[in-house]
């Protein structure tokens, strides 16, 4: 089955150019949602989520504050679990598998699935010993290869390569978050979660992780909250729109949920009338 | 005053607002000065009191630092006192540090925010303030005559240990409680279980804070008095053998000391003092030392 992808993959890539070339691929869906409420206590944060997000493509959740896009991220690795009154009904899988499964260790499930965060949070350990983390925490040995891979697939290589034992703290705002993604990607996980990780950061720096989200994508499947809808328009393939109430009220390629939005309060919100 | 400025502002009055400044600022400064000059004058007077006994007494510092105590003035030293402190102060830290930071973590990182754990804190925080002679009771009910374990350096150990442990356990819960959330987080969105969340993240960081907290507690452990009292920490001032013979401490040395009708015996308490003092704060300066070394890390 995955052969068949591939070759479908290289054959879709030749015919398209640049920077659309992920767009006509076939959707080869990931991670889906089925009838997905989370509640907060008595507060519906999510409202029935059916969303279906596909392999090897950006999927970018936008909507205003309070809208339960984190809140989605969050219940897809199961963080949600750190929250003792938070409560999950309906359904989420995982490559088919529900991971809300009671034979299903969310600690498992973290190590395929990975997550940055909006402020960046590097460990007070070396740039190092954050990198091999993961990979230590899953009883695997850490080469200084796999350090390297890591922090070249996050862009920080060339900038940390002579100080790789000086702690990570001591990295720029920018600098710390390339460092959170590399260490999210060292244990090579399946999909990486986003969870505004460019709001705490300059306009260069965003940029840059806007840059490296674009090559990540061709080794993970990513999925990026981001309040900022240049942002979506600019990196996504997918977008979908959480409004208020925590429904998911469209779910498309990017370019149409721009510029044909088919639910007129996406097209409000789109165009700045509320959020 | 330029005429514009009495234009401008002659109708604004400050004089009185800006006296009633000076005034209270000059009050605040002397309460928070009447702690320390407080201490420089004990300073001052347990200073005159060691150089009168270095001086007019002939107290000779080595002799006194390496002999053990005697009924006969001259003779005596304080080397048994010394060494059973530390040995204390090493049983105690043995007793304490382990299930003290042991509570902090299951109280910090893993007890679940109800009854029982507002219980448990609450009963802490009443520990904390429990007078000292009061674990000094307990572990001569307990300890010395429940099991009959005698006026032994064990049994000092425990009652101070049972002192210093609340104040190690809420030192350490701040520890732990600084460590920000988002570190534990990116701990397990990386894949890591709680346990190698809190092993390999929260302790590492958290640990100078633990290490202060403890350190500070055991500073205060070493110049306790009355729990060892209590257990009959007396009389015998002598190298204890071990954790398992009798002993007279450094607090309880001075004590007895300073209870003796000599003058001589005196001064030997005053020497004893600065002693005690000297090593004291050369444990808080380690405590300030590691808090300095790693505050800015994390």
């Given at each position: 089955m995955s052969t068949q992808n591939t070759d479908e993959r290289l054959i879709s890539t030749e015919v398209q150019t640049g920077e659309n070339a992920r767009a006509n691929l076939p959707d080869e869906p990931v991670l889906a949602a089925r009838g997905l409420d989370v509640y907060y206590g008595d507060d519906r944060a999510l409202d029935d989520i059916t969303i279906e997000i596909p392999k090897n493509k950006v999927t970018a959740i936008i909507g205003p504050s309070g809208c339960g896009k984190s809140t989605f991220l969050r219940s897809i690795n199961r963080m949600n679990d750190q929250i003792s009154v938070c409560r999950i009904d309906g359904e989420l899988t995982f490559r088919g598998k529900n991971v809300y499964d009671d034979d299903v260790d969310p600690v498992a499930l973290r190590r395929k699935i990975g997550q940055v965060f909006q402020k960046p949070n590097p460990f007070p350990k070396s740039i190092r010993e954050n990198v091999t983390y993961g990979l230590e925490v899953q009883g695997k040995s850490a080469t200084d290869e796999d350090v390297e891979r890591a922090l070249r697939g996050a862009a920080l290589w060339d900038e940390v390569k002579d100080q790789l034992d000086s702690s990570g703290l001591e990295l720029s705002g920018g600098q710390q978050q390339r460092l959170c993604i590399a260490r999210a990607i060292a244990p090579d996980p399946e999909v990486i979660l986003m969870d505004e990780p460019t709001s705490a950061l300059d306009p260069v720096a965003a940029s840059k992780i806007e840059d490296l989200i674009d090559e990540l994508v061709d080794e993970y499947t990513v999925v990026i909250v981001t309040h900022n809808m240049q942002q979506a328009a600019r990196i996504s393939d997918k977008t979908a729109v959480f409004l208020t109430g925590g429904e998911l009220v469209e779910f498309d390629d990017t370019a149409t949920v721009f510029e044909n939005p088919a639910d007129g309060r996406v097209e409000d919100y789109i165009t700045g009338k509320f959020g | 005053m330029s005429t514009q400025t009495d234009e401008l502002f002659g109708d604004v009055d400050l004089g009185w607002e800006h006296l009633k400044n000076r005034l209270f600022l000059g009050l605040i400064f002397a309460a928070s000065m009447f702690g320390v000059v407080m201490l420089a004058l004990l300073l001052l007077d347990i200073l005159t009191d060691f150089y009168v006994g270095l001086t007019e007494f002939n107290i000779n510092l080595v002799d006194f630092l390496t002999r053990s105590g005697s009924r006969r003035e001259e003779l005596a030293g304080f080397q048994g006192a010394i060494i059973a402190s530390v040995m204390l102060v090493i049983v105690t830290a043995f007793l304490s540090f382990f299930i003290g930071v042991g509570s902090a973590i299951y109280l910090e990182e893993?007890?679940?925010?109800n009854r029982l754990t507002r219980l448990i804190e609450a009963n802490l925080a009443n520990l904390a303030g429990v007078p000292s002679i009061v674990y000094g009771l307990l572990a001569l009910a307990a300890f010395r005559n429940g099991i009959g374990l005698g006026p032994i350096v064990l049994v000092g150990a425990i009652a101070l240990a049972l002192l210093v442990m609340p104040i190690i356990i809420v030192a350490s819960q701040e520890a732990l409680r600084a460590v920000p959330d988002g570190v534990r987080n990116g701990s397990y969105a990386t894949g890591a279980t709680k346990w190698q969340t809190i092993r390999r993240v929260v302790l590492p960081a958290a640990i100078p804070g633990i290490l202060t907290g403890t350190i500070l507690a055991l500073a205060r452990a070493i110049g306790e008095t009355a729990p060892l009292l209590m257990v009959g920490a007396?009389?015998?001032?002598r190298v204890p053998y071990g954790p398992f013979d009798r002993y007279s401490a450094m607090p309880t040395q001075i004590y007895a000391w300073a209870a003796e009708p000599s003058q001589h015996f005196i001064h030997l308490a005053a020497v004893g003092i600065v002693v005690l003092l000297t090593i004291m704060l050369c444990m808080n300066g380690v405590a300030i030392y590691l808090r300095n070394k790693y505050e800015t890390e994390v």
């Open positions: - | 893993y007890a679940p925010k007396l009389f015998v001032n």
